[in-house]
């Protein structure tokens, strides 16, 4: 029974949807529009131009210098060149970085996930039918992207004309959980990024409803609540990448 489940959390991406949107969303709840401004041109680079570089490269290493083939090492580099979000987040909350260095890569981690999908799926079309389609392939990304920020602001839109409405604590809460499982479930039921809408989505909650549509005790249990959730998600990803990890196989191939 507890490996059904477990196989369900993986294959079935419940681990995706459940664990890593309230990582997102309490990294992004604490970044501040003028500090995002500063970074938004490095960090949307990196998070689309940065992404194929490192794809290529990546590719290029593991085929000529590794010896892997073209599919395996162009598959994989695609797999590894977007930042993982929860690493990220978890590293830069443990060592002191400069804030404009945290807020470029917390930004860019978070914004990535469009580019890795799209060149993943490039290279999966063109090594399996031998051609694709450059404008669907820019229109994908284009609605990948687009329809995140879009359906993430019109969710935290709604979150925050609701929260003026409440003083209680503990709706305000459940109200923030609703904006960041809303507006993932909703992007991702359209074929958008729902990590870019949870993204989209914390930031305009954390720099617009909590400074201005709630009481102070609402924000600090908010807060906390969002504290309490990121320590329980980082728990239990890396327990999930521990259990995932085949130290046999792994001993043999490295």
């Known amino acids: 029974q507890l490996r059904s489940l477990y196989s369900q959390l993986l294959v079935g991406g419940l681990f995706v949807g459940l664990v890593v949107p309230p990582l997102i969303f309490e990294a992004m709840i604490h970044l501040r529009a003028s500090d995002l401004r500063a970074v938004i ?53 443990r060592v002191r970085v400069p804030s404009k260095l945290s807020t470029l890569l917390d930004t860019e981690a978070a914004f990535n996930d469009a580019t890795g999908i799209v060149i993943f799926t490039l ?13 669907q392939t820019l229109f994908s990304f284009g609605f990948t992207l687009g329809a995140g920020v879009f359906i993430g602001l019109v969710v935290a839109f709604v979150g925050e004309l609701l929260s003026s409405l409440i003083e209680d604590r503990v ?14 479930a909703l992007a991702n039921g359209i074929g958008a990024s729902g990590l870019i809408a949870v ?5 305009y909650f954390g720099n617009y409803t909590m400074r201005s549509a709630m009481e102070p005790a609402s924000r600090e249990a908010v807060t906390t609540f969002w504290a309490i959730a990121v320590f329980l998600g980082n728990t239990v990803a890396f327990l999930i990448i521990g259990f995932q990890t085949n130290i046999i196989t792994l001993s043999q191939s490295i």
């Open 41 to 93: 041109k490095p960090s949307l680079a990196l998070a689309t131009v940065g992404v194929l570089i490192a794809t290529v490269v990546g590719g290029l290493i593991l085929w000529k210098v590794v010896g892997l083939s073209p599919y395996v090492s162009f598959l994989f580099a695609a797999l590894i060149a977007p930042t993982d979000t929860v690493t990220v987040l978890e590293v830069f909350r």
């Open 123 to 135: 290279i999966l079309s063109a090594i399996s039918i031998h051609e694709f389609s450059v404008s």
């Open 171 to 184: 709706a305000e809460t459940i109200l923030a959980i609703a904006v960041v499982y809303g507006s993932y």
């Open 199 to 203: 993204a989209v989505a914390g930031l």
